[in-house]
C-alpha cells in the first residue's frame, strides 16, 4: 500500500527540484525527506530515483506516479469538502496570499464581510507576488491565492488550478503635480515622458513588464528607471515628490495623494485581470467558497464604484 504522506513528498520534490527544497518547504530535514522517500520506494517496488550529481532526479515511473498523486490528493481535498459541507457552521482555516494592492482594496474589505458572516473562520493572509505563490497553491500550501494577468503576459494554465477573474482594472499615467504634462486634463502621451526619470516593478514581475513594454512599444524609447519597488504606494509617493513617473492600476487610487495627478495614456489603454485561484478539488470546501463569495461581492463593488478618470 502506497503511504500517501510519502506520495506527497515525491510530488514535492518533482515540482522544487532538490530534497535541499522539499525539505525547507515542510519544515523536515533533509534525511527525513530522504529516509521517507526510500520507504515509499520500497513500497512501489520500482526505482523512484536516480543520482544526477550531487542532487537526485526522478525515474519515469516516478513521474508516472506523480500524475497519480495529483488525482489522489484532489481526491481527497473533495471527500474532506464534502464532510465540512455536512458541517452547520463554517469554522477551519484558509490560506491566503495576494498581492499588495489587492491585499488593500480588494481582500482586506472582503474579510471584513467574511468575519462578519462567518465569525467562525479563520483566515491566515501573507502578501507575495502571484509568481511565488501560484506553485504554492498548486502544492497544497495555500488556499486561495490573488493574481493578476496582463494582456501581453497570459500565466500559462495549470490542470490543477482554478482560475475566477474578479475585476479588469486599467492603468494611469501618474506624474507629479507639477509637471507640465499635469497641466491639461486629459490623456498623456508616453512619447512627452522621454526624458522623465520612472518608478517601476521589480525585475522579472508582470507589472515592471508593462512600464517597459508600453515605454518601448508606444512611446518609443527606453525609460530611466531610477525606482524599483513592488509597493505601489512607495510608487506613489516617489511620484507625489516630484522624483518620477510611473504607471498605476486604478485599485490603488493614484490620484490619492494631492502631491501627484492620474492621466490616461494617450496612445492605447493599458490594463490587467485581478482573479481569484485555488486547487481544483477544493472548489466545494465551504469555507473557500464563503471566501470566494466575499471577494465576489467586495470586487462587484469596486466595478460599482469605478468612475471615468479625468
Not at 530534497?19 to 523536515?28: Q, T
Not at 543520482?51 to 526522478?58: D, F, M, P
Not at 471577494?295 to 469596486?302: F, K, N, Q, S, W
Request: with cysteine; hydrophobic share 45%.
Amino acid at each position: 500500500m502506497l503511504d500517501l504522506r510519502r506520495l506527497r513528498l515525491l510530488r514535492e520534490l518533482a515540482h522544487r527540484g532538490t530534497i535541499g527544497a522539499v525539505a525547507s518547504a515542510l519544515d523536515y530535514s533533509p534525511s527525513a525527506v530522504s529516509q521517507q522517500l526510500a520507504l515509499l520506494e520500497k513500497e512501489a517496488g520500482v526505482p523512484l530515483l536516480e543520482r544526477a550529481g550531487r542532487n537526485v532526479r526522478l525515474t519515469a515511473a516516478a513521474h508516472t506516479l506523480v500524475g497519480h498523486t495529483d488525482a489522489l490528493l484532489a481526491r481527497v481535498e473533495e471527500a474532506e469538502a464534502d464532510l465540512q459541507a455536512a458541517a452547520e457552521q463554517i469554522t477551519g482555516t484558509v490560506r491566503v496570499a495576494t498581492f499588495q494592492s489587492a491585499g488593500l482594496y480588494l481582500l482586506a474589505p472582503a474579510l471584513q464581510r467574511l468575519a462578519r458572516d462567518h465569525p467562525a473562520l479563520r483566515v491566515e493572509v501573507t502578501d507575495a507576488e502571484p509568481e511565488m505563490t501560484m506553485p504554492t497553491l498548486a502544492l497544497g500550501g495555500l488556499d486561495l491565492v490573488l493574481g493578476d494577468e496582463y494582456p501581453f503576459h497570459p500565466r500559462p494554465p495549470d490542470p490543477r488550478l482554478h482560475r475566477e477573474p474578479l475585476l479588469t482594472e486599467r492603468f494611469r499615467l501618474v506624474l507629479p503635480a507639477e509637471h507640465p504634462e499635469a497641466a491639461h486634463g486629459g490623456p498623456v502621451s508616453l512619447r512627452a515622458l522621454k526624458a522623465d526619470a520612472w518608478a517601476v516593478g521589480k525585475p522579472d514581475t508582470h507589472y515592471s513588464e508593462l512600464a517597459l513594454r508600453a515605454c518601448r512599444a508606444l512611446g518609443g524609447f527606453e525609460p530611466d528607471v531610477r525606482h524599483r519597488s513592488n509597493d505601489l504606494l512607495m510608487l506613489l509617493a516617489l511620484v507625489a515628490n516630484g522624483l518620477a513617473v510611473t504607471l498605476l492600476p486604478d485599485l490603488v487610487r493614484p490620484d490619492r495623494d494631492p502631491g501627484a495627478v492620474a492621466r490616461d495614456v494617450a496612445e492605447d489603454p493599458l490594463t490587467r485581470t485581478v482573479f481569484g485561484a485555488i486547487r481544483r478539488g477544493s472548489e466545494r470546501r465551504p469555507a473557500v467558497n464563503a471566501l470566494l463569495e466575499a471577494l465576489r461581492e467586495t470586487a462587484a463593488g469596486l466595478r460599482s464604484a469605478a468612475t471615468p478618470g479625468p
